[in-house]
């Protein structure tokens, strides 16, 4: 089993402190999958019910599971708190929509996005293939809709993304508004 992240256990807790003096960060550097989506989730609800004072989401993650991306992106968009989100090292797959969901949105100098197709996973009968693969179809035009809304990405860019993987380094991502600026460290 994979070690939790974002809350420690009883032996770190002895050896670093409890919550209550940590700042205000999420970090997310997992494959975005069930368990990351829901200590995510956890972390985010606990710094909450904190106060309302602003959160920093830190990603680095090659991307993963779009349903537990989308529950990550829902519960950002829901926030009471100031979402603040810091690309550093790769935003990839379903992680850049994990991005956007921030109201201020950085970049580290040397981070890379890339977007794909969604990918379906099915061995089964003919007619529950096709209904996957038609419920893929959907998610993929949500995402798709979302990115379109939320940054400066065209629907000709994005489409290059449905027959080859689109790399984009920092400056292209703050040139296409996915990221409002570059990162220039903590500020008190």
């Not at 090659?62 to 009471?80: E, N, Q, T, W, Y």
Request: charged share 30%.
């Amino acid at each position: 089993m994979k070690k939790n992240h974002l809350f420690r256990d009883n032996e770190d807790k002895k050896k670093y402190g409890d919550y209550k003096d940590e700042p205000r960060h999420i970090y997310l550097f997992d494959e975005i999958g069930p368990e990351s989506s829901e200590e995510f989730i956890k972390r985010l609800h606990y710094l909450e019910k904190k106060s309302n004072k602003p959160i920093t989401v830190f990603i680095n993650s090659p991307g993963g599971d779009c349903a537990d991306g989308f529950a990550i992106i829902d519960a950002l968009l829901v926030s009471k708190c100031l979402i603040i989100t810091v690309a550093i090292g790769e935003i990839c797959s379903m992680a850049p929509g994990i991005f956007i969901a921030g109201k201020k949105r950085y970049i580290s100098k040397n981070a890379f996005a890339m977007f794909h197709p969604i990918t379906t996973y099915s061995s089964d009968y003919i007619q529950f293939a096709k209904s996957a693969l038609k419920n893929a179809e959907k998610i993929e035009e949500m995402y798709d809709k979302y990115i379109l809304e939320r940054t400066k990405m065209t629907k000709r860019l994005l489409q290059t993304a449905k027959n080859k993987e689109l790399w984009l380094n920092s400056k292209e991502i703050i040139d296409y508004g996915i990221a409002h600026s570059y990162y220039k460290g903590e500020t008190k």
